[in-house]
């Protein structure tokens, strides 16, 4: 994981603030520290399934990618049954028409 440490608080001061700490934690992580000792990490939960992901052994391709795609859906609440994507315009164009009008 790249992600720098975003800041470091105390266990009173993360408590008081839980709300301020999650939001922050999507930004970079936040240490916890007690007594001179850092004693946990908050992340966002992509960073967190980055770094399982990471740690276990994978499986081949096709495999895996459909396990991250159910877990994102499992995530957003079943699925996205009703996305619909922008739609795409585009003019087909001959990679060959200057090579035909150029020579003879």
Do not use: N, W
């Not at 922050?24 to 992509?46: C, F, K, N, W, Y």
């Not at 499992?74 to 009008?101: I, M, Y």
Request: proline content about 4%; charged content about 30%.
């Amino acid at each position: 994981m790249d992600t720098p440490i975003r800041g470091c608080l105390g266990v009173a001061e993360a408590k008081s603030k839980l709300s301020e700490v999650l939001r922050e934690a999507t930004q970079g992580p936040m240490v916890i520290h007690s007594r001179g000792r850092d004693l946990a990490v908050v992340l966002a939960v992509e960073d967190y399934e980055r770094l399982v992901a990471d740690q276990r052994t994978r499986r081949a391709g096709g495999a895996a990618f459909l396990e991250r795609v159910e877990a994102l859906k499992q995530r957003h609440a079943g699925g996205v049954s009703d996305f619909e994507p922008a739609r795409l315009d585009f003019t087909q164009v001959d990679p060959f028409a200057s090579r035909k009008t150029g020579r003879r």
